[in-house]
Structure formats: C-alpha cells, structure tokens
C-alpha cells in the first residue's frame, strides 16, 4: 500500500543543510495499523507530509496504492489523489473556525460534489460528538476538536489513513479508544493507517512499530 525507496530528505537552510531523512526505505501492506515513534524532531512529521504530498523528497520514489507519488507533479493531480484515497489528522486539527463541526466534516465530500450530511452526522455521532454538530470548533475542547477531525479524516471512506500525534489533546482513556478504533478499523474494514505519537501504548494496539533515529527507521514489532 505504502513504498518507500531509498528516501533522503534535506531541507536547505541557506548556508547550512539538514539532512533529516537518509536512505530511508518502507513497506506497509494494506489493511495493517503502523505506528511511527521517534524523538521530538527526528523528522516524523516530515516523513509524513512526504506520503501526503506536501512536500518532496530530496531524492527517492514514494508509491502509494501501486501508484508513483513522487511523479505526480501536478497540484490537481494530488489534490485528487489526496481527496480521494487519503485521510489526514494532523497535530493541529485544522478544522475551519467559522463552520460548524458539522460542515467540517462534511467539507471533504463537497469538495468531491459528493455531499450527504447525514454520513457527516454519523461519524460524528460515531465519536461521540452528536450533540454537538451544529457548534463552532471554538466551542469545543480540544479533545473534541481533535475527534471531529479524525471524523472528517474519515469521510470520503479512504484507503490510507495518515494521522501525525492525533490523540496530543486526549486524556488516558480517549487516547485508548483512538488506539483502538485504528486497530479495529484495520483489520475489520482494511483501512491502511500510518500514525506517529509519542505514547508508547500505541505499540500494543499496532500491527507494525518502526522508530524514527538518527535520519533512519528501525522496525521495532
Ligand atoms: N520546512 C522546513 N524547513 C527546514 N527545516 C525543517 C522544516 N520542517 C522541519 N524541519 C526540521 O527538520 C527536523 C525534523 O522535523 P519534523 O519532521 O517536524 O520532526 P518530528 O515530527 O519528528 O518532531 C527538525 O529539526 C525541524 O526543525
Ligand atoms: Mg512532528
């Protein structure tokens, strides 16, 4: 489902470079939950934004779903892509402030000309936010936040879920749920998922555990 090969990654920062990622190859099957550990900086979250697309590798191929990402150059091309076979949560849960939680979890299926609010309500009810739909992300906690943004990771049903620390803002026992409605959505409904956190705990619920050190991955479980 995910390949990488021999993936190196420089950021230039004017005189001096930072070589963050070195020779780093991996290979995730469909349908299995893989988690990412590593200390703050080790280049987690830049691993990822390469898998989304939001940045390019220096040098390496990326696939996903058989396809050849790091040859996709055109923004309408991933976008598309992005839209129609990932779903993201990130550290931020980036929902738009002036909609409601509703909208937002919906916004993913308009952009596909594809709306059905009802699906939007029921994820939602799915994470226990049905009470809350119709509020303002600035009316929530950011425990809240942070589920609804899974919700609307998961609306237009993708096959590869990459989530960069989506449990940050849970306490012990929402974390637990979020751990293990990823496993549960693996193997039952073959979603792929890639998540980096720092809870250890994640481990026990994975199916794969790679560490993040020193610009090369080692695989843990
Ligand atoms: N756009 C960027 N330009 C330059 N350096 C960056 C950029 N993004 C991240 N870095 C640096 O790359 C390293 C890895 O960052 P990151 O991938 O965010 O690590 P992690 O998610 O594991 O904490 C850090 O030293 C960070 O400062
Ligand atoms: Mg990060």
């Known amino acids: 489902m995910i390949e990488l090969k021999h993936i190196t990654k420089i950021y230039g920062q004017g005189k001096e470079d930072?070589?963050?990622?070195?020779?780093?190859?991996?290979?995730?099957?469909?349908?299995?939950?893989?988690?990412?550990?590593g200390p703050s900086g080790s280049g987690k979250s830049t691993l990822l934004n390469l898998i989304a697309m939001l940045d390019d590798p220096t040098s390496g191929q990326i696939?996903?779903?058989?396809?050849?990402?790091?040859a996709l150059k055109k923004e309408a091309a991933r976008s598309k892509?992005?839209?129609?076979?990932m779903g993201f949560v990130f550290q931020f849960d980036g929902l738009l402030p002036e909609f409601s939680l509703l909208e937002n979890v919906e916004l993913p299926a308009r952009m596909l000309g594809k709306s059905n609010p009802k699906k939007a309500q029921k994820l939602l009810e799915r994470f226990g936010?049905?009470?809350?739909?119709?509020k303002l992300p600035a009316d929530l906690s950011g425990g809240e936040k942070q589920r609804?943004?899974?919700?609307?990771?998961?609306?237009?049903?993708?096959?590869?879920?990459?989530?960069d620390e989506p449990t940050g803002n849970l306490d012990a026992q929402r974390k637990l749920q979020v751990f293990e409605d990823f496993a549960r959505?693996?193997?039952?409904?073959?979603?792929?998922?890639?998540?980096?956190?720092?809870?250890?705990?994640?481990?026990?619920?994975?199916?794969?555990?790679?560490?993040?050190?020193?610009?090369?991955?080692?695989?843990?479980?």
Not at 63 to 70: N, P, S
Not at 185 to 205: C, K, N, P, Q, W
Request: hydrophobic fraction near 50%; aromatic fraction near 4%.
């Open 18 to 37: 930072l070589c963050v990622l070195e020779d780093v190859s991996l290979r995730i099957a469909r349908g299995k939950f893989t988690v990412l550990l």
């Open 63 to 70: 696939f996903v779903d058989g396809k050849e990402i790091t």
């Open 81 to 85: 892509l992005r839209l129609t076979k």
């Open 129 to 134: 936010l049905g009470a809350m739909v119709h």
């Open 148 to 163: 609804a943004s899974i919700a609307r990771a998961l609306r237009n049903h993708p096959i590869l879920l990459l989530a």
């Open 185 to 221: 959505m693996s193997r039952e409904e073959g979603l792929t998922i890639l998540m980096v956190t720092h809870d250890v705990h994640a481990a026990d619920f994975a199916d794969e555990v790679f560490i993040l050190q020193e610009r090369r991955l080692v695989k843990t479980k």
